[in-house]
């Protein structure tokens, strides 16, 4: 079409204009009031490199104080003394490198969850890297490729050390979001198991039983608080990014009948967004949502934390939990000015084709040992003792995961992002990328991944760590010869 010159340019100037409405958040004032955050704000690791594409930060593994509460101090295992650990910031294309000390008394690694890392940089304790032995050192060195909140956390006795503290935030900003939101907050969601006298319950109390089940800790907690405050301005969109840090509570939260608009997921932005009354996470799986919550000044809404069934003894005599309280300010409710479209930030996302792919059946499965000890497997053989898929760089394949046992298993996959399918093999809409999923008891669920270039060992197992750590792990050797299983703990 042919504009007279004058009205071209406005043509212009109106698009323009339209461009910077959605320009990235931190361009754009805030509408909270200050401090408005501050009871969840996370420590950020300092980035020691001055080249703007490079995040180079230290980071310590120690055992430190922590108050959870006023009247609530542990010992916990810390990153850099914090819990959680400091949040990570970098922009997608970005190298991170990061200077990791272990001064805790067991070894550990350091696993970087969903980031298609390298393999050398996957933290699996002698599948890709030897474990940090107690006073040791390792530098992991990497791009970060992809958009949207990560998390790191240990991979050697992962049940234990993860239960005690040890988990961070990293999130991967993408330099051109369309999501014009400039009040942000990143929320790792836990618990901790405290025995009431100062210490943690014992990681292995109730044997291969409280295994079987997957542990929950006794205290809820938001970036390492219980029962944290947002102070906000009704109306005023805000935007959580959330991930469930927990070693076995799946966290369902409601906002007394408010809605959730989450836009992302695992591997950033969905291909629509959704509006939601509750907001599922299974371990080890993040969103991304705007909320504007709505109320008189003075007013509060809570976030509650309901018994989410997953699976034989997981909601009986399970209470709603107080997760977090959002007290309403006195300020005037904001209303968006006229003319702001709503906010619909949208992604292309092809869908993954599973033409000419490879089927690989999985069943998660759980056994009673002669001794009377459970012992979880992929399809009836335990982690030590099963074999690994095969995949090569560049094949695609469609699971099919049937669990076959009593419990609800998220299934984590390193190093790849997957698309999940429906029944018929098609792909659920919203398109999103994916590294963590929910297989609900005696269920089945379809997911198809195209494994690019990057050869080597990398692991699946369940996110309710104690089911990893009790058998419920196996591995995809993606070009590469097979590694012993026997000796890589979870
Ligand atoms: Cu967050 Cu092997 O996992
Ligand atoms: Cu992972
Ligand atoms: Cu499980």
């Not at 950020?44 to 593994?61: G, I």
């Not at 079987?212 to 947002?230: K, M, Q, S, Y």
């Not at 932005?269 to 919550?293: F, K, T």
Request: net charge negative; aromatic share 8%; proline share 9%.
């Amino acid at each position: 079409m042919l504009y007279p010159a004058g009205l071209r340019a406005a043509v212009i100037a109106a698009v323009w204009a339209s461009c910077t409405l959605s320009a990235p958040a931190h361009a754009q004032g805030s509408l909270q009031p200050d401090g408005w955050d501050k009871d969840v704000r996370l420590a950020e690791a300092p980035d020691r490199n001055p080249d703007p594409h490079v995040v180079e930060v230290d980071l310590d593994a120690r055992v430190a104080p922590a108050d959870i509460a006023p009247d609530q101090h542990v010992e916990a295992w810390t990153y850099n003394g914090g819990l959680p650990g400091p949040l990570i910031r970098a922009r997608a294309g970005d190298r991170l490198v990061v200077h990791f000390s272990n001064h805790l008394p067991e070894a550990t690694t350091v696993h970087w969850h969903g980031i298609r890392v390298p393999i050398q940089m996957d933290g699996v304790p002698d599948v890709s890297q030897p474990p940090v032995p107690a006073g040791g050192t390792f530098t992991y060195d990497f791009v970060v490729p992809d958009a949207g909140l990560y998390w790191y956390h240990p991979h050697v006795m992962s049940a234990a050390q993860v239960g005690f503290g040890l988990y961070g935030a990293l999130l991967v900003e993408d330099p051109a979001t369309p999501v014009a939101v400039a009040d942000e907050t990143v929320l790792v969601l836990s618990d901790i198991g405290l025995d009431g006298t100062g210490g943690f319950e014992p990681p292995d109390s109730g044997g291969t039983t409280g295994m079987a089940f997957g542990r929950e800790g006794n205290h809820l907690l938001v970036n390492g608080r219980e029962h944290p405050r947002l102070v906000v301005r009704a109306g005023a969109p805000q935007r959580w990014r959330v991930v469930n840090a927990a070693k076995s509570r799946f966290f369902h939260l409601e906002l007394e009948g408010q809605t959730f608009t989450r836009i992302g997921g695992d591997g950033g932005l969905l291909e629509y967004p959704v509006s939601l009354e509750a907001l599922v996470l299974a371990p080890g799986e993040r969103a991304d949502v705007i909320v504007a919550p709505a109320g008189a000044p003075g007013s509060e809404i809570v976030v509650r934390a309901y018994p989410f069934n997953r699976g034989f003894g997981s909601v009986e005599y399970r209470a709603v939990e107080d997760l977090m309280t959002i007290s309403i300010a006195g300020a005037a409710p904001y209303s968006p000015p006229a003319g702001t479209l709503p906010l619909a930030p949208r992604r292309a996302i092809d869908p993954t084709s599973t033409d000419g792919a490879t089927n690989v059946a999985i069943d998660f499965t759980i056994a009673q040992r002669a001794n009377g000890a459970f012992e979880y497997g992929i399809n009836g053989v335990p982690f030590a003792k099963n074999h690994s898929v095969t995949a090569r760089p560049g094949e695609t394949q469609v699971w099919t995961i049937t669990n076959k046992t009593k419990w609800s298993h998220p299934f984590h996959l390193h190093g790849f992002f997957f698309q999940v399918l429906d029944e018929k093999g098609r792909q659920v809409h919203p398109l999103e990328w994916k590294d963590t999923v929910n297989v609900p008891f005696e269920q089945t669920v379809r997911l198809v991944v195209r494994y690019d270039d990057r050869p080597g060992n990398w692991m699946f197992h369940c996110h309710v760590l104690d089911h990893a750590d009790g058998g419920l792990m196996g591995m995809v050797d993606v070009g590469v010869p097979p590694a012993g299983h026997a000796s890589h703990g979870p």
